[in-house]
């Protein structure tokens, strides 16, 4: 008896089931109805972040002292992968806070965490990592923002730009990296800091408008003399890129949930739309050419999960994963790119109408293949991995 390529792995535990259970019917339940205005108003969803705190989706993999759930990064996978399988937008605003989560949970004093990262935790707040400046994407070590200190507090000035999670009204603290000095090999120094919503010298600039990922919201950041105590350094000085650099590995992870999520959800909207949906006196679901498109993207999505739980498991058993982030990472955005074009495709005219979850997915496919490095520097790291 034939049998579908299953939805999941058989190897994951009943915990991982039920979590993939719960957070599907509270997106079809909670994100599914309003997308569409999300998308339109570019809105973040305060009231679904904040049922979600609830639900402990933000904080699964994050210590329970701090207010998480102790959960592992597989699970966080598939919490992530079931949001953006309705709405990607949603899933980021997520992710991005885990990172600043991650940061500090790893690197902040015990006055840090009980501070800042509890509230990121609980949904109070929402956490935003600012990295990327204007002349610095991919290359962090080309930053231009720098940070002064005069034996009492810190100084920082400089701007950032392509922000998530920045200029929200629960708006939480913002991790952001500057140069603090210059290294004895003439490198420079990075350092991260916490700046607290509401702090002298600390403005918002534009939002950033987007093709895709319309309901997380972007911005431009500035700080003119930016003014916070030394007890505001995350970590050690000097510490920055190399903190940085090591959540980097599980935001691919991460980007590849999100990817996996735009590919099972074309997929989802492709099988259904072709089961309903006649032409020439036939269901869509009958044209040859057509099947073959959702072959391909039941095999990529299948392939994909494996890989990215495969990364996550890794990352569980505290073995190495930085190859496997970036081979998941990169397959996942790629394959999600190219189902969420044929999903436009089999849609036909209706693909192309904003009102349709598949024209919201298209946009927001070609995000993923963008953030945490893009696909070129992914095969870059990869290339390297097989050649050494």
Not at 89 to 104: I, Y
Not at 254 to 282: E, K, V
Not at 332 to 353: F, L, W
Request: proline share 4%; with cysteine; net charge negative.
């Amino acid at each position: 008896m034939n049998r579908p390529i299953p939805s999941r792995p058989h190897w994951l535990t009943d915990q991982h089931a039920m979590i993939r259970d719960a957070v599907r019917r509270f997106a079809e339940a909670q994100i599914a109805p309003y997308s569409e205005k999300l998308w339109e108003d570019e809105a973040f969803p305060y009231d679904i972040w904040r049922e979600a705190a609830q639900l402990g989706f933000t904080g699964l993999p994050y210590p329970e002292t701090w207010g998480g759930g102790d959960g592992d990064w597989l699970s966080f996978v598939i919490v992530l992968e079931e949001l953006a399988r309705i709405d990607c937008a949603v899933a980021n605003a997520l992710m991005a806070n885990s990172t600043v989560a991650s940061l500090l949970s790893n690197y902040g004093t015990p006055e840090q965490k009980d501070r800042f990262l509890r509230p990121i935790l609980d949904g109070r707040q929402i956490g935003s990592i600012a990295l990327s400046e204007p002349d610095a994407g991919s290359d962090a070590a080309n930053l231009a923002t720098r940070a002064t200190f005069d034996g009492e507090r810190w100084t920082v000035s400089g701007s950032k730009t392509f922000i998530s999670n920045s200029g929200t009204a629960i708006g939480g603290p913002v991790v952001i990296a500057a140069v603090t000095g210059t290294r004895p090999d003439g490198r420079k120094e990075i350092s991260n800091f916490v700046i607290p919503s509401g702090a002298p010298g600390f403005s918002t600039g534009r939002k950033l408008r987007k093709i895709g990922w319309r309901a997380s919201i972007t911005h431009e950041l500035f700080f003119d003399e930016c003014a916070v105590p030394a007890d505001h350094l995350l970590g050690e000085r000097g510490a920055g890129l190399r903190q940085t650099l090591a959540q980097i590995s599980t935001g691919r992870i991460l980007i590849g949930a999100l990817a996996l999520g735009i590919l099972q959800g074309s997929l989802d909207r492709s099988t259904a739309y072709m089961g309903t949906r006649r032409a020439f006196g036939r269901a869509l679901s009958e044209f040859q050419a057509l099947q073959f498109k959702v072959a391909d993207m039941a095999t990529h999505a299948h392939a994909a999960r494996l890989m990215l739980y495969d990364a996550a498991a890794l990352k569980d058993a505290g073995l190495p994963f930085e190859t496997q982030a970036s081979l998941a990472k990169l397959f996942a955005s790629e394959r999600a790119m190219e189902a969420a074009h044929q999903a436009v495709q089999i849609h036909g005219g209706y693909g192309v109408m904003a009102e349709q979850a598949v024209a919201r997915a298209f946009g927001d496919a070609k995000v993923l293949e963008i953030v945490e490095g893009t696909s070129e520097i992914q095969r870059m790291i990869i290339a390297r991995a097989v050649l050494a």
